[in-house]
């Protein structure tokens, strides 16, 4: 089971980017995918997760209205649409996979997520 977040990179606030989480070694349709972040110095926080069934996407207040999850099961990928980025937004993007979700869950809380690939940075400054 492998995860693998890329497309961070250095971006002015009000500006967007678009992570992707490639995935390989499972079965990808059966799991819940999540966004967690961490800013340097502060705890890993929730972004945004989507259920089995794509329909299900609770999203951190902080990011709501702002970034969009979607997913693509034929190419076993996650994506994070990242518009208006703030500079409280610099952080390493993680993703993780819940092989156990039920089709209509996207757990909010990294309990659940027994998954994880390697983060990728982004940073918001001018």
């Known amino acids: 089971v492998q995860l693998q977040a890329f497309g961070g990179g250095l971006v002015s606030p009000g500006g967007s980017l678009k992570l992707s989480c490639a995935t390989s070694?499972?079965?990808?349709?059966?799991?819940?995918i999540a966004w967690f972040r961490q800013a340097p110095g502060k705890e890993r926080e929730f972004v945004a997760a989507?259920?089995?069934?794509?329909?299900?996407?609770p999203y951190a207040d902080s990011v709501k209205g702002r970034f969009s999850i979607s997913r693509d099961n034929a190419k076993k990928t996650v994506y994070l649409q990242m518009n208006s980025l703030k500079p409280e937004g610099t952080a390493v993007y993680y993703c993780a996979a819940d092989q156990k979700a039920i089709y209509y869950v996207a757990p909010d809380h990294s309990g659940p997520y027994d998954h994880w690939g390697q983060g990728t940075l982004v940073t918001v400054s001018s």
């Open positions: 989507i259920s089995r069934s794509g329909t299900i996407t």
């Open positions: 070694g499972w079965t990808f349709s059966r799991s819940a």
